[in-house]
């Protein structure tokens, strides 16, 4: 097993969130990460200052470069920006026999719109019936599916929709809702595993959405189930927020580094109370 994960997203300047949080969490978990980048931004963690889209040829001339040598096992979707880019994104991996993790980046943390109405569409008809996980956090579920999410039975409403829509699985994330309890509930044919865990009160959490797709995409690349992948990532993202640097005046980037060998049964820093994140995936490191 290679766990080779491609990563198609924008690059944080910062470092918190975007491709930089991405290959941070495929290196916790021991996978392999190459990446496609969309977007160059400058920003920090007040806000995003400025934004330029890479040409959907060069999108697509890194996709082609990394697979045509390396390979892949998954593939993690982010921020693409455009409707020209998720065309040319859906047009290179649409052949591939690889899974596919897509981070539905649609709402800046803000609230700002990070995609027109026609490259909602575009997600809607191209990437999400070739995913086999979409992870919409709430403004991003109502955007998809134009259905209203105010509580949990909303949610998998919502989830179910996203099947209908021809993504295999769906993680519904709960953060958005107001309660005391983080819910999120992981939707397949299988049925819905319903994941809680206490809310953590931070301002560290710059990129969190970033990082959870991406540890899942890498759980997925190790040989993990859909749900010892989630589970995973959830956990990792936990200690991550819990355990952050606190860097920063705004929205600080969580502790991506906080990795241990998936060999190992804990660790003195990890919250009692909490799985450690790696150990569903004993047994499944890389070669």
Excluded: W
Excluded at 107 to 125: H, I, P, Q, W, Y
């Amino acid at each position: 097993m290679k766990s080779r994960v491609l990563i198609i997203a924008g690059s944080d300047s910062s470092g918190g969130a975007g491709i930089q949080a991405d290959i941070k969490a495929c290196a916790a978990f021991g996978a392999y990460s190459m990446t496609a980048i969309t977007a160059i931004t400058a920003q920090n963690t007040v806000g995003v200052h400025r934004v330029e889209l890479v040409s959907p040829d060069m999108v697509t001339a890194q996709i082609n470069a990394c697979v045509e040598d390396i390979g892949v096992d998954v593939i993690k979707i982010g921020m693409l920006g455009s409707s020209a880019i998720i065309r040319a994104v859906h047009a290179a991996i649409e052949p591939l026999d690889a899974l596919v993790v897509l981070d539905p980046v649609m709402v800046a943390t803000s609230g700002d719109r990070l995609l027109d109405e026609d490259a909602v569409a575009l997600m809607k008809e191209l990437m999400v019936p070739i995913s086999d996980l979409v992870t919409p956090n709430v403004p991003e579920a109502e955007i998809l599916t134009g259905l209203s999410i105010t509580d949990t039975d909303e949610m998998s409403r919502a989830g179910e929709a996203l099947l209908e829509m021809g993504s295999y699985a769906a993680l519904m994330k709960g953060g958005h809702l107001d309660l005391k309890s983080i819910v999120d509930i992981l939707i397949s044919d299988d049925g819905a595993s319903v994941m809680t865990g206490p809310r953590l009160y931070s301002r560290h959490t710059h990129g969190t959405g970033c990082t959870l797709a991406s540890a899942a995409a890498a759980a997925l690349a190790l040989g993990a189930t859909m749900e010892e992948a989630v589970s995973s990532a959830r956990d990792y993202v936990f200690e991550a927020i819990r355990t952050a640097p606190k860097l920063g005046q705004g929205h600080g980037p969580l502790n991506h580094g906080l990795a241990l060998p998936p060999e190992s049964e804990g660790g003195d820093d990890l919250d009692p109370g909490v799985s450690n994140p790696f150990a569903a995936l004993k047994g499944l490191k890389s070669d």
